[in-house]
């Protein structure tokens, strides 16, 4: 049986899961490397330590999925669902995620650098110490979202609401915040 797993797993890479229903199934460390996976169904999937690099997860249902320590660079999640889906210490770098939903997800330590988060929702998402150095999180709704010790440097905020955000120790040099409804109800010019 396990012998059989790792073979399927092998043959995920560059595969074609269009609309698949792969709900609750153990993908741990398993490669999905440039997989084509739209509107494919993972909720409460365990893809702990997966290579998703550069997979097309557009419109996915990932919602209690769990993605630490997964590899996501370069992946298209636009419009995904990932409500409450654990991303800890997740590599996110350059992915899409426009317009995704990421509310009450769990991405503390993860790198989101270059990063396209425009228009996603974070509500009380968990982003504490991640990287999002050069992300776009223009429009953004990030109420409530515990964002302490993250990396935002050079980040584009401008027209995100930030407001009930926990933004405690983090770094938003060269950041751009113009129109942004601040956690003390201001907006920034």
Same mark, same amino acid.
């Given at each position: 049986?396990?012998h059989?797993?790792?073979?399927?797993?092998?043959?995920?890479?560059?595969?074609?899961?269009?609309?698949?229903?792969?709900?609750?199934?153990?993908?741990?460390?398993?490669?999905? +490397?440039?997989?084509?996976?739209?509107? +494919?169904?993972?909720?409460?999937?365990?893809?702990?330590?997966?290579?998703?690099?550069?997979?097309?997860?557009?419109?996915a249902?990932?919602?209690?999925?769990?993605?630490?320590?997964?590899?996501?660079?370069g992946?298209?999640?636009?419009?995904?669902?990932?409500?409450?889906?654990r991303?800890?210490?997740?590599?996110?770098?350059?992915?899409?995620?426009? +317009?995704?939903?990421?509310?009450?997800?769990?991405?503390?330590?993860?790198?989101?650098d270059?990063?396209?988060?425009?228009?996603?929702g974070?509500?009380?998402?968990?982003?504490?110490?991640? $990287?999002? $150095?050069?992300?776009?999180?223009?429009?953004?709704?990030?109420?409530?979202?515990?964002?302490?010790?993250?990396?935002?440097?050079?980040?584009?905020?401008?027209?995100?609401?930030?407001?009930?955000?926990?933004?405690?120790?983090?770094?938003?040099?060269?950041?751009?915040?113009?129109?942004?409804?601040?956690?003390?109800?201001?907006?920034?010019?």
């Open positions: 049986m396990l059989r797993a790792r073979l399927l797993r092998a043959k995920l890479t560059g595969a074609n899961l269009t609309d698949a229903n792969l709900n609750k199934t153990d993908l741990k460390n398993a490669s999905l +490397a440039r997989a084509k996976a739209p509107r +494919a169904l993972f909720y409460e999937a365990d893809l702990t330590a997966a290579d998703l690099t550069g997979t097309d997860l557009t419109e249902k990932l919602q209690k999925a769990r993605l630490v320590r997964a590899k996501l660079d992946a298209r999640l636009s419009e995904a669902m990932l409500t409450g889906a991303l800890d210490e997740a590599s996110l770098r350059g992915a899409d995620l426009k +317009a995704a939903n990421l509310v009450e997800a769990r991405l503390r330590g993860a790198d989101l270059g990063a396209n988060l425009d228009n996603a974070l509500v009380d998402a968990v982003l504490r110490e991640a $990287r999002l $150095r050069g992300a776009n999180l223009s429009q953004a709704d990030l109420f409530g979202a515990d964002l302490s010790d993250a990396d935002l440097a050079g980040a584009n905020l401008s027209e995100a609401r930030l407001s009930g955000a926990n933004l405690t120790g983090a770094k938003l040099a060269g950041a751009n915040l113009k129109g942004a409804l601040m956690p003390d109800g201001s907006v920034h010019e």
